[in-house]
C-alpha cells in the first residue's frame, strides 16, 4: 500500500486502460456472436446468386451500371482517361423520375 | 517489470496531464472522433467487401458478351453449341437478363430470366423463397426481392404487376413470391421469372440472348478457355470470375480510398496544429522542463514522461473511437455514413452489414493515430530538453 502512496492516480489509469480493453473484447465478442453471417443463411445467399449469376450487391440500383457495374461496363473505368473514374451523375445524363418526385424539375 | 517502469514518472504524466485538463480534453475529443470517423469507414468497407466475396464463388467462371460497334449487343444463342465443344466446359448457358425501369418510383429491377422455372431450379428456389406455393399458376409468374415487393405495393400493386412492353403494350405477371430476407444485400432489386416471360418483356427474339455464362470445372483452365472462345468470337468480351474480383477491389479500393485521403488531411491538420502548439511551447510548460531539469531529471527522463503523457491521451483516444466505431458500425448499422455506400436509389435495401473481424484496420489506424501523436508532442519536448537548464528558466 504504502508503494502507491505517492502514485495514487496511476492505478486508476491503468485500471481503466484495462477496462477499456477488457470492454472492447467483449464487445467484439458479442457482436461477434451475434452479427456474424450463420452458415445457413450464406449457403441461402450463395444459392441465390448461383439461380441468377448476376454479380455484385443490391445497394445502389438507381444507375444501372451500379448494380451489376462489373458486368455492364468493366472496360470503361480508363476509357476517357486513367484517372477518370466514372461516377453516376457526373458522368451520365440520366432523366430523373418526374413522376416519382414531383420536386424536381 | 515493475522496476522498469517507473511509476513516480507515470503519475507525473498524468498529473501533467490533468493541469492542463481543457486543452487535453478538446484534443482527446478530437482525436477520438477522427479515429472513430475512420475506424467506421474502413468496418463498413470491409463488411460490404466480406458479402461480395462471400458470394463471388457461386459465380458461373466466364460470362461471354458480344460487343458491336463499342456497345454490349444480344449474342446469338447458338453460340454455345460451340462454346460447348470446347474441351474442360462443363456448362453454358445462354442468358437472358435486363434492367426494368419502373418510371413511377423511378427505380431500376433486374430481370432475371432462368431456363426451366417449373423444373430444374425449382428445389434451388425453395430453398431461397418465403413463399411456397410457387408454380401453381398456369400464368405467368415471378419471384421478386423485398425491395421489389415493397417498391411494387406502394404503387398498388399487390399481387401481380404491369410491366409496359417495347410496343407499349402491358404485360400481367403474377407475383408468386418473394426472396428469403437473408439474401436481401444480393436480391433486393431482383425479379426471377421464366426465359420466355423476360423475352416478351424486353422484346428479344428466341435465338438472342443478353450473354452467355459458361461453367469450368477446373479453375486453372479459365484463362485457357476464355482465350480459346475469344478466338472462335473475335467480337465478343470475355469476363472471367477473376476480372469481377479485381473489379470489386477496384470499387471498394476508391470508395475507402476517398475516405482516406480527406482523412488523411483532417489527420494532418491535426497533428500540424498539436506540433504547432507544442513546439510553441508555452513559456509555462518549457520552464517545467527546465526546471525538471534543474533538479537533477536527465533528458531521457523528462521524453519518458512527454511519452507516457502522450501515451495516455492517444491511446485512450484510441480505444474509445474504435469502441465506438465496432457499436455504431455493427450493433447501430451505421446510420449516415452507411448511405455514402448505399448510394441515393429509391430501392434501398435495409440490410445488416455482416461482422467480419478485421485485425489489419485496427492495427492501420492504431499506427496512424498513436506514434504519430506521440511524436508529435516528444519531439518539441526533446528540443527544449536538450538546451541548458538555466538558459530555458531565463
Known amino acids: 500500500m504504502s508503494k502507491n ?34 452458415s445457413e443463411s450464406l449457403e441461402k445467399r450463395k444459392e441465390f446468386v448461383s439461380i441468377v449469376a448476376l454479380p455484385d450487391l443490391a445497394i445502389s440500383t438507381e444507375a444501372t451500371f451500379i448494380r451489376h457495374r462489373s458486368m455492364s461496363d468493366l472496360f470503361s473505368i480508363y476509357k476517357d482517361d486513367g484517372s477518370l473514374r466514372e461516377y453516376f451523375v457526373s458522368t451520365y445524363t440520366y432523366s430523373h423520375s418526374h413522376k416519382a418526385d414531383k420536386s424536381a424539375k | ?28 475529443t478530437t482525436l477520438t472522433f477522427l479515429i472513430f470517423l475512420l475506424t467506421s469507414i474502413f468496418f463498413i468497407t470491409n463488411s460490404i467487401k466480406y458479402e461480395l466475396n462471400a458470394t463471388v464463388d457461386a459465380l458461373p467462371e466466364i460470362v461471354v458478351q458480344k460487343i458491336k460497334a463499342g456497345r454490349h449487343y444480344d449474342i446469338e444463342t447458338h453460340a454455345t453449341e460451340e462454346i460447348l465443344a470446347i474441351t474442360g466446359v462443363v456448362d453454358a448457358v445462354a442468358r437472358v437478363w435486363g434492367y426494368y425501369y419502373f418510371e413511377n418510383a423511378g427505380v431500376n429491377f433486374s430481370i432475371v430470366g432462368v431456363d426451366e422455372f417449373e423444373a430444374q431450379y425449382k428445389e434451388s428456389l425453395k430453398r431461397v423463397v418465403e413463399t411456397s406455393n410457387l408454380m401453381n399458376t398456369k400464368e405467368s409468374s415471378m419471384v421478386v426481392g423485398s425491395g421489389v415487393k415493397e417498391t411494387m405495393q406502394n404503387n398498388y400493386y399487390k399481387d401481380y404487376f404491369n410491366f409496359i412492353k417495347p410496343d407499349g403494350t402491358l404485360k400481367r405477371v403474377d407475383v408468386v413470391g418473394v426472396f428469403d430476407g437473408d439474401t436481401q444485400l444480393e436480391s433486393n432489386d431482383m425479379i426471377v421469372m421464366s426465359k420466355a416471360d423476360v423475352r416478351e418483356i424486353f422484346d428479344m427474339r428466341e435465338s438472342k440472348a443478353t450473354d452467355i455464362v459458361v461453367k469450368v470445372s477446373n479453375p486453372d483452365e479459365v484463362a485457357t478457355i476464355a482465350s480459346k472462345i475469344k478466338l472462335i468470337f473475335p467480337d465478343s468480351r470475355i469476363i472471367t470470375k477473376n476480372d469481377l474480383k479485381i473489379s470489386y477491389q477496384n470499387i471498394f479500393d476508391y470508395k475507402s480510398g476517398i475516405f482516406l485521403a480527406l482523412f488523411v488531411v483532417s489527420l494532418f491538420t491535426f497533428f500540424i496544429i498539436i506540433y504547432d502548439k507544442a513546439s510553441g511551447l508555452s513559456s509555462e510548460e518549457k520552464r517545467e522542463i527546465g526546471i525538471l531539469k534543474a533538479i537533477g531529471w536527465r533528458v531521457d527522463d523528462v521524453l519518458k514522461e512527454k511519452f507516457y503523457e502522450g501515451f495516455i491521451i492517444s ?21 449516415l455514413l452507411q448511405n455514402i455506400f448505399t448510394g441515393y436509389s429509391q430501392l434501398k435495401a435495409s440490410f445488416e452489414l455482416p461482422f467480419i473481424f478485421d485485425v ?11 506514434p504519430i501523436y506521440i511524436a508529435a508532442t516528444i519531439i518539441p519536448s526533446w528540443k527544449i530538453a536538450t538546451l541548458d537548464a538555466d538558459e530555458v528558466i531565463r
Open chain 2, 360 to 370: 489489419q484496420t485496427l492495427f492501420l489506424v492504431f499506427f496512424l493515430s498513436v
Open chain 2, 1 to 28: 517489470m515493475r522496476n522498469k517502469i517507473n511509476f513516480y514518472l507515470i503519475e507525473y504524466a498524468i498529473n501533467a496531464i490533468l493541469r492542463q485538463r481543457y486543452k487535453n480534453i478538446f484534443i482527446a
Open chain 2, 315 to 335: 491511446f485512450f483516444s484510441y480505444m474509445i473511437g474504435v469502441i465506438a466505431a465496432a457499436g455504431f458500425v455493427y450493433i447501430f448499422q451505421a446510420p
Open chain 1, 5 to 38: 502512496l505517492y502514485t495514487t492516480k496511476t492505478p486508476k489509469v491503468l485500471l481503466s486502460l484495462f477496462a477499456l480493453l477488457v470492454f472492447f473484447a467483449f464487445e467484439t465478442l458479442y457482436i461477434f456472436s451475434t452479427k456474424s453471417l450463420d
